[in-house]
């Protein structure tokens, strides 16, 4: 792809977009988020500064993921009412894309599938198991996800204040997770496997971890 320029609908400011994949940009200099098509550049207003949590990761992190270099480019932020948690969007050394998914600083690398017959929401409720991608997964949580702010680059539409039905589930074994967002039909499925403390490693690592 060749570079990709684009200005800020709110204050004119450049960007430069290096990866095919990204298509929402929050401005670096008044916070304005902005998608594109083939046609045009559009606006969804100024973000929230998202409050920082304990964790490792930050935007701007580089490191090493089983073995594989990356960079933390984004970040989107959720509620699900008791709480939130984080996605952090990856770039890796050759180009592709990943997300890591923080909840009570337990990390997940997932994966978006294509999942015939996914199931609906009604049909799903804590302790429930059903069978997906040859597995058996048990619903741990249905809710109502809130977006609570985004910032840097990602590979997704997503707006502030945004809301949707979802499930989240893991293997009995507590490798896996399987999450099912209904924001849109068909639903978007992420496939993912927890990750121990060794498996991500920051350039920077600070000795409070």
Request: some cysteine; glycine content about 10%.
């Given at each position: ?6 200005r ?36 969804a ?83 429930a ?29 997503v ?27 068909p ?17 920077d ?5």
């Open positions: 792809m060749e570079p990709k320029k684009i800020c609908p709110s204050c004119g400011a450049e960007k430069i977009i290096t990866n095919p994949g990204i298509v929402t940009v929050v401005c670096e200099y008044c916070g304005t988020a902005i998608y594109w098509d083939r046609d045009k550049v559009m606006s207003g100024r973000q929230s500064l998202l409050p920082e949590g304990f964790t490792r990761l930050y935007r701007g992190a580089a490191g090493r993921l089983k073995g594989h270099s990356f960079t933390v480019t984004g970040r989107v932020r959720y509620s699900f009412g008791k709480g939130f948690w984080d996605e952090w969007f990856l770039e890796f050394q050759n180009g592709s894309l990943g997300w890591l998914t923080e909840d009570n600083h337990e990390l997940a690398l997932q994966t978006k599938k294509e999942l015939e017959n996914c199931p609906s929401p009604d049909s799903l409720s804590p302790g198991i059903f069978r997906a991608f040859n597995r058996e997964f048990v619903v741990q949580e249905v809710g109502q996800a809130e977006c609570l702010g985004m910032e840097g680059d990602l590979p997704i539409r707006e502030t204040g945004e809301k949707y039905l979802f499930a989240d589930a893991s293997s009995p074994d507590g490798k896996y997770t399987l999450g099912i967002e209904y924001d849109q039909e639903p978007s499925v992420f496939l993912g496997k927890w990750l121990d403390y060794t498996d991500l490693r920051l350039d690592e600070g000795l409070d971890w």
